[in-house]
């Protein structure tokens, strides 16, 4: 009677390995799991509103144009 | 919104090095780490060299971001790409997924054991306080908050090297190209903010 029981369990213990799980990895687009990175007008030494903060960047940008420097 | 960028004319770049050395000041970089290097392509062949200064692109698609295991890359609203180096774990993945060769390593300890990666910040810092010390530690000064440009872009005695808003460096190089009627390639543009499929452009003929 043990003998039988003890057969039967290790049957349905070796069957259940037979079940196949997926191993297809599944592609996941990262999503960023760091510290969160203030906006670079709103800290520091100047507090601009973005517009400003884009204004000036954009006028510094547009003295890199050497053509209109020397003229 | 503005989309910072890069634009390297190679007819202009005269392999001096000053972004190289103005990057590495400015941020402090250690001995073994370039987030900047100029490339010669051609050396030596008359007419056919040029030079050509590369760090980060801060590509539209960033590559690097797609294949880091730990997540630690994100991009600003500027389309400034950076990362935590808190989360950094120095697996190197991102340097084999950049097609500038960008992230750089710097040796850890013993038996060439890799650091966390290092690279180009558009000089905007990281996930830390701006402008603080732990800021300029990790990442190098943040210049961006403090209403400046990179500085290898600044320092470029023949602005060859261009930082800033993508619409206003292409003016400025539209402009230098329709003048001088040539040179309108520009190196790594199309493999950092095209389309996957899209190919270089093809320079404009030579005015005779």
Redesign the interface.
Known sequence: MIARGVFFLSVAAGLSACAEAPQDAAHKSGKYAGKVDAKPYEEGPQKLTRAEWERNLRTRADNQNDYKRMN | ??RMKFICDAERCIECNGCVTACKNEHDVPWGVNRRRVVTLNDGVIGAERSISVACMHCSDAPC??V?P?????K???GVV???K??CIGCGYCFYACPFGAPQFPQAGAFGVRGKMDKCTFC????????SDAEFKKYGR?R??????PAC?EMCST?AL????GD??S??YR??VT?RGRGGEMWGHATAYGRPDAKAQPSPAVKS
Do not use: W
């Open positions: 919104m503005a971001q797609a880091c730990v997540d630690c890359f994100y600003t609203e500027d950076l990362h935590d808190d989360l905007s810092g990281g996930p830390e306080v701006n402008t943040n961006l908050a403090e209403g400046k440009l872009a602005k261009l930082a800033g808003d206003v460096l003016d400025i402009e230098r003048r």
